[in-house]
């Protein structure tokens, strides 16, 4: 028995020391990302800086050299840098350009969300004919729980995803395995769209598409930047902090009483988790910084608000990986099918309205990364394309950020709806 115990006991149980391990865990990804060495950037283009910010601490868990499931700083961070890192990247929401954009990059984002909204349930509700078990499971290792917070990350993005698994409450094995489709399917499904970048005259006859407007925009954008972009000091630090914090402080106060009192008067509407503080804590928070974008607290973003929340949400990811369980991954592959088929009718919706409306193939890409790969993915996007369209992937993600907790919740409704009892 003592044997045991020592092989599950963790090396390092000092909750300052992990956090610093996980710290500096972030900081070895990040600069070895930075190498121009061709063999560390062909490594990274297979397996991104993201995944590897999830699976590095869910290796240290795995080999118990760290203890993520009994850490509180799993806690911490989803109840502290998340609401924290959206007030952050929902404080330049700018409306008025995405207004601007309607009329096709709109469209393309807004079909691009639909596409994973109905594509979600379709896939789920096709694998059930063929396997139900591999769309099953109970309690917290039912399916669609994961899979919601995969339609988390593929409306918004990973803050939306940690977002709808506090909601959810998928076990840590399948959602262990809900990263491992999301890194796989999400990212080949990049690299094809930057591939496209490459061939975007071609593309662009194939859907009869006028770039004229895409051309205009870059005009416009690289004037904006140079306008209004400059280098932060301390008193903007100090207000995007104060106001990230501050905001998650309010978000939290009102929560907790929003959610014992539907609990107390609305009991049957736990099934949809709005007697759960933390999606009161997260919606709250999402509506705080929608509001300051109304605000000259806005201006925030010139000073670089969206990097710190960039920064906070990475150090939300390393404390979420720190409870993977690095074996579970692949514990279901069936789930792989799912993703492909997932993505494959978001993709052909996308295709279709393009054609229809002769967008520019920029427009389908960026409104598709917009969603599935959230700001750092429709900026990487964007800038294949040209550098002065990145604020157009920004504007848009940003707006993915937005309504990705509650659309990624949706689906993941219906995806409970269609999922075998």
Known sequence: ???????????????????????????????????????????????????????????????????????????????????????????????????????????????????????????????????????????????????????????????????????????????????????????????????????????????????????ALKARMDQQAQTHTRNPDTKDFIFMIALALGGTGLASLLSAPIAKYMEANYPQLEKFSLTNGFFWLILIATFIGIALSFTPARKLEHAGASKIGTTLLYMLIVTIGMQMDIAATLANPGLFVIGVIWMSFHALLLIAVAKIIKAPFFYLAVGSMANVGGVASATVTAAAFHPSLISVGVVLAVFGYAIGTYAGWFTAILMQMVSPI
């Open 1 to 215: 028995m003592q044997n045991a115990i020592r092989e599950v006991t963790p090396i390092i149980t000092d909750h300052a020391a992990v956090f610093g391990l996980l710290m500096a865990v972030l900081g070895v990804v990040f600069y070895t990302a930075s190498l121009k060495n061709k063999y560390v950037q062909g490594f990274y283009a297979v397996i991104p800086p993201l995944l590897m910010c999830y699976f590095i601490p869910g290796i240290l868990n795995s080999l118990h050299i760290i203890d993520g499931t009994n850490s509180p700083l799993a806690g911490i961070g989803s109840r502290y840098f998340l609401p924290a890192c959206l007030i952050l990247f929902t404080l330049n929401l700018d409306l008025r350009e995405l207004w601007n954009l309607r009329k096709r990059a709109g469209l393309m984002f807004i079909t691009g969300t639909i596409g994973i909204v109905l594509g979600g349930p379709i896939a789920v509700w096709l694998t059930a004919l063929v396997a139900p078990d591999v769309v099953g499971g109970a309690g917290a290792d039912e399916v669609w729980r994961g899979l919601g917070a995969l339609a988390g990350s593929w409306i918004g993005g990973s803050a939306n995803q940690v977002a709808l698994r506090e909601i959810l409450q998928p076990s840590p094995q399948l959602f262990s395995s809900i990263i491992a489709v999301d890194a796989l399917v999400a990212y080949i499904w990049m690299a094809l769209l930057l591939y496209g970048a490459s061939k975007v005259k071609a593309i662009d006859r194939f859907f009869k598409a006028d770039a004229s407007d895409v051309e």
